[in-house]
């Protein structure tokens, strides 16, 4: 759960991190200026290894906030980041999934096409686990 869970960004905003992984669509982070390509990043710390398959961020009430398109890589410790889901286009409340991966850290980045006049906005990141039967 996202109990232990800790975030940093590239962009401490106008508010904290932890907005963004707490269980609730009333606190919301933000990075706080417009996004800008491949800079605008946040990164999730799950406290351990753990098997997941997907992401899902939701706006909230900053529906017109979200990264133009971003690359998610995961990783252990000791290892590289592997880039493991990413978008295209203009979203908001995206769903990713993709192949089953044991990963402590996930980072999420602006992609290559993120140059838009508005902020980044968070109000709930949630990572889909699998467990050993394949369920979710």
Same mark, same amino acid.
């Given at each position: ?13 106008? &508010? ?36 997941? %398959? ?10 017109? /906030?979200? *990264? ?7 990783? %252990? ?5 592997? *880039?493991?889901? #990413?978008?295209?286009? #203009?979203?908001?409340?995206?769903? *990713? ?6 990963? #402590?850290? *996930?980072?999420? #980045? &602006? ?19 699998? /467990? ?5």
């Amino acid at each position: 759960t996202s109990d232990y869970w800790t975030a940093v960004t590239s962009n401490h905003g106008i &508010a904290l991190e932890k907005y963004a992984i707490d269980n609730s669509l009333n606190s919301v982070w933000t990075n706080g200026e417009n996004q800008k390509q491949g800079t605008t990043t946040y990164l999730i710390n799950l406290g351990e290894p753990q098997t997941i %398959c997907g992401i899902a961020i939701t706006n909230g009430s900053e529906m017109w /906030s979200y *990264l133009e398109d971003y690359e998610v890589y995961a990783w %252990c410790d000791g290892e590289e980041a592997k *880039l493991v889901a #990413k978008t295209e286009g #203009k979203m908001s409340n995206t769903q *990713l999934y993709f192949e089953p991966q044991m990963a #402590k850290y *996930l980072w999420i #980045k &602006a992609g290559t096409t993120s140059t838009a006049n508005r902020q980044f906005a968070i109000a709930d990141i949630n990572v889909y686990t699998r /467990s050993v039967n394949g369920e979710q």
